[in-house]
Each structure stands twice: as C-alpha cells, then as structure tokens.
Nanobody
Framework: QVQLVESGGGLVQPGGSLRLSCAASGFTFSSDAMSWYRQAPGKEREWVATIYTAGGYTTYGNSGKGRFTISRDNAKNTVYLQMNSLKPEDTAVYYC?????WGQGTQVTVSS
C-alpha cells in the first residue's frame, strides 16, 4: 500500500532553514508527481509546491516562491522541501501528497 512518511520538522528561529523529507513506498515513485501542502491552525490546507517526473519540473504556490525548493531523489524514493528565510507565518503542519494519498504530516514552528 502507498505510504508517505514525512520528517525533518521542528522549531526554528525566523530567518532560519529546514529541510523536510518524505519517504515514499508502495508505488512507482519515479512515475508520479509529488507535492507538499501545509495547514496552519484554524486555516485550510494550502498547496506549497509540486515536482513532476519529466525533467523534474517544479511549480510553487505564492507562500514559498523564492524561499522554498522542492526536489526529489528517485533512487531513494524521497521528495524534499528545502525551506529558507523562514517566517512565523510559515508555522504549520507540512504534508506530503501523491494522487489521493497523504502523509501524517510534520510540524514546523517558526518562532524566536
């Protein structure tokens, strides 16, 4: 069965960086686009970024554009989200997504 397991969240100061990872299993990872979403307390889940298969083409939502980078390692069945210049408003649970499947999420808290 499809499994998505996120890791790498934590507490970071404003301006800091984190790299999230999502380990995937149960499907042909290299054949699927992968995405990151996030959900802040009291808000709807928000799309952050997607990476496609052909050439690793990427797209970003407004929240992370210019600060976040999504990447993938098909040999490791893992997708990453590098987050730089973090702001308090980036505080949220970050989820990995693949065509109808969600990971359990990893908490990111940006606070001094």
């Amino acid at each position: 069965q499809v499994q998505l397991v996120e890791s790498g969240g934590g507490l970071v100061q404003p301006g800091g960086s984190l790299r999230l990872s999502c380990a995937a299993s149960g499907f042909t990872f290299s054949s699927d686009a992968m995405s990151w979403y996030r959900q802040a307390p009291g808000k709807e889940r928000e799309w952050v970024a997607t990476i496609y298969t052909a050439g690793g083409y990427t797209t970003y939502g407004n929240s992370g554009k210019g600060r976040f980078t999504i990447s993938r390692d098909n040999a490791k069945n893992t997708v990453y989200l590098q987050m730089n210049s973090l702001k308090p408003e980036d505080t949220a649970v970050y989820y990995c997504y693949r065509r109808g499947y969600w990971g359990q999420g990893t908490q990111v808290t940006v606070s001094s």
